[in-house]
């Protein structure tokens, strides 16, 4: 039997589809998954008799009240919660071509993504904070609980886990793999910034609207950072930092500062 090869046109269309496959899989089973929940819990929000600012999210609950139980339960979690991001480094990958060095999510230049990541720490950091208080007196936003854990000797550690986990997630898959495969369809930069940007703030729905609104302003400085230099790390840093000191402040000063 002879075979043929394809066309130059049949192997771009298998491509993209391809690429647009990988897309659909691995937001799937990771943010865009997260999107559609957060969409339900809006209107579910929405549509119960207390006004918005009167209602509660938290970010980091106790699952168990058995304290190593609840440790075990903390860990596997962070732990499943990277599988899609292996999944979208794998995908970028190929012979000779390493996903991490590809998006920048390597330590090659540490002080100078450390010095930009702290840098867009404070950026985002103290506008987001503003937003936050805004939206919960214009009724956008719910009223945000960091954390529910009981004090224990790892509460802090597993905070700070959770900060970088939900980091790496967010900016490898949203900013790193989504817009590498964007441009690889062909799309056009603007649309692609869009395009992450609204996933990002599609899937903070469930803290009310004013919230998703502020993550899609965060989403396109990230996304607009990333296209200029190539390198997710800084981004994994800052939205680390941001966290860690949202969490972690939240354990140790809620009270003080009579926070729900």
């Keep these: ?6 066309p130059a046109a049949g192997v771009e269309t298998t491509s993209r589809r391809r690429l647009t496959a990988e897309i ?6 990771s943010l865009g998954q997260s999107a559609v929940y957060a969409v339900v819990s809006l209107i579910a929000r929405l549509t119960r008799p207390e006004r918005l600012s009167e209602q509660t999210a938290t970010l980091n609950a106790s699952r168990s009240v058995r304290e190593y139980l609840d440790l075990t339960y903390q860990v596997l979690s962070f732990a499943f919660a ?18 991490v060095k590809r ?3 390597d330590l090659a230049q540490p002080r100078r993504d450390l010095l930009f990541g702290v840098g867009l720490s404070i950026v985002i950091g103290l506008p987001g904070l503003g937003i936050y208080f805004l939206g919960h007196a214009l009724d956008m936003n ?9 004090a224990y000797w790892w509460t802090v550690p597993v905070l700070v886990l959770s900060a970088v986990q939900n980091a790496v997630v967010e900016e490898v898959i949203v900013v790193g793999f989504l817009m590498t ?12 910034i869009a395009t992450s940007a609204v996933l990002r703030g599609s899937y903070h729905l469930y803290q009310g609207y004013g919230m998703a609104i502020g993550n899609m302003l965060m ?11 190539k390198r997710v790390m800084p981004l994994v840093i800052a939205h ?12 140790l000063f809620a009270d003080e500062l009579g926070l729900p």
């Design 1 to 6: 039997m002879v075979t043929q090869d394809l």
């Design 181 to 192: 495969r964007l441009k690889q369809l062909g799309w056009e930069l603007p649309a692609i």
């Design 103 to 105: 998006i920048g999510f």
């Design 142 to 150: 719910v009223s945000i609980q960091a954390s529910t854990l009981n």
């Design 219 to 229: 989403g396109v400085v990230f996304a607009y950072f990333y296209h200029r230099t």
């Design 240 to 251: 680390s930092i941001l966290d860690i000191v949202s969490f972690v402040g939240y354990d």
């Design 24 to 29: 659909w899989i691995v937001l799937g089973l």
């Design 82 to 99: 990277l599988v899609p991001v292996v999944l979208a480094l794998y995908l970028l990958s190929g012979p000779g071509r390493s996903a």
